[in-house]
């Protein structure tokens, strides 16, 4: 089950939003690879990098959130006109020319 769902979520993630995606999974594989490894350096780089990486994501979401509130809604027409419906109309067949 977690096989088929978290190449979705990639998928949807790098859609969505490419750089910061690529920059958290960046950030991930240097801290996996920093504390197998016993590198202090690569491990403390890949948190720097994935915790400033989900922090700009993070910050992203709120900027949206913020102007998705703020945002009015405008109607240009009205809900429902004052003027009756339109009558319907025949089509009148004409003959050819002879």
């Known amino acids: ?6 190449p979705r979520f990639l998928r949807s993630a790098y859609r969505k939003d490419p750089v910061n995606s690529f920059l958290m999974t960046m950030g991930a594989a240097d801290v996996a690879l920093g504390g197998m490894s016993g590198h202090s350096g690569l491990l403390l780089l890949g948190i720097v ?3 400033g990486a989900f922090a700009l994501k993070f910050l992203q979401a709120q900027r949206r959130s913020q102007d998705f509130a703020e945002e009015t809604v405008q109607h240009y027409l009205p809900s429902q006109t004052s003027q009756s419906e339109l009558p319907m109309l025949s089509i ?3 003959r050819p020319p002879n």
């Open 49 to 51: 990098v994935f915790g």
């Open 1 to 6: 089950m977690m096989t088929i769902l978290l």
């Open 92 to 94: 009148n067949k004409k």
